[in-house]
């Protein structure tokens, strides 16, 4: 059974950082793509980074481009967001999820299977 659990959210001020864990079990990141994406209230799930089965290459959002890093561990099994200069517009849920497609991107509907979700706060 495929599972994906998320950690490490909370509430942080403008310019702090988070690092996100997502420790993911029932399959292997060499079938699998896997993302990051996130909701804030009213708004569309929007991705955020993602890691490419296939290339191995990594996508990030122009949104978060140059703040926010993905990062992996086979060896724990978990992959990791870290979140700097965060920004009170970065306030939303945060998800991992995996898909089956070989390119990984930031179309929500292609990723079948999802975490939780950890709430993610910046504000003063």
């Known amino acids: 059974q495929m599972q994906l659990v998320e950690s490490g959210g909370g509430l942080v001020q403008p310019g702090g950082s988070l690092r996100l864990s997502c420790t993911y079990s029932?399959?292997?990141?060499?079938?699998?793509?896997i993302g990051w994406f996130r909701q804030a209230p009213g708004k569309e799930r929007e991705g955020v980074s993602c890691?490419?089965?296939?290339?191995?290459?990594?996508w990030t959002a122009d949104s978060v481009r140059g703040r926010f890093t993905f990062s992996r561990d086979n060896s724990d099994n978990q992959v990791y967001l870290q979140m700097n200069s965060l920004k009170p517009d970065d306030t939303a849920v945060y998800y991992c999820?995996?898909?089956?497609?070989?390119?990984?991107?930031?179309?929500?509907?292609?990723?079948?299977?999802w975490g939780q979700g950890t709430q993610v706060t910046v504000s003063s």
């Open positions: 029932g399959f292997s990141l060499d079938d699998y793509s």
């Open positions: 890691f490419s089965y296939r290339s191995g290459d990594i």
């Open positions: 999820a995996a898909t089956t497609q070989r390119a990984c991107g930031s179309y929500y509907p292609n990723y079948a299977w």
